[in-house]
């Protein structure tokens, strides 16, 4: 089962051998390709490397998808959204983090941090007017 396959490939992940967690996670995916689990498991450990991060948000977009109302895919999406750049979908997949995990709002300095971070990187945030700023005195 796909819970069964999770709890392994998380073991094994612990212990360092996060190329032996993929392969139990994609042997078990064979059977239970809609298994949100396995798919934030796999987002997980692929966004982790610089190379297997594309994969990676393939893998966390599914999670999001298959598990709407789960707080920790969203979180996760947003993250990816951040490092694509996309402000307003980042902060947008946050708050719907927040709704879902409300002690979040106080707790998951994390993502308190990247929401402030992208509020002010959008149009008229004080870093996006610093960059212009830059830009025109070169």
């Known amino acids: 089962s796909g819970g069964a396959a999770a709890n392994v490939a ?20 064979h ?15 692929l966004l982790s490397r610089p190379e297997t991060a594309s994969e990676g948000e393939v893998e966390a ?4 998808v298959l598990d709407p109302d789960s707080p920790s895919a969203w979180r996760r999406w947003a993250f990816v959204l ?6 307003e979908q980042s902060i947008a997949a946050l708050d719907r983090y927040f709704k879902l995990e409300p002690l979040a709002v ?8 990247l929401r402030a971070i992208q509020v002010r990187m959008l149009p008229g945030g004080d870093i996006t007017q610093r960059a212009l ?4 005195t070169r």
């Open 61 to 64: 977009f599914a999670a999001r």
């Open 31 to 45: 059977s239970a390709a809609l298994d949100p689990e396995l798919r934030a498991l796999a987002a997980d450990i």
């Open 133 to 136: 700023k830059k830009e025109m």
């Open 106 to 113: 106080s707790s998951d300095l994390d993502a308190i941090r």
């Open 82 to 87: 951040a490092q694509q750049s996309r402000q």
């Open 10 to 29: 998380r073991r094994q992940a612990a212990q360092g051998d996060t190329l032996a967690a993929l392969l139990t996670l994609r042997t078990a995916l």
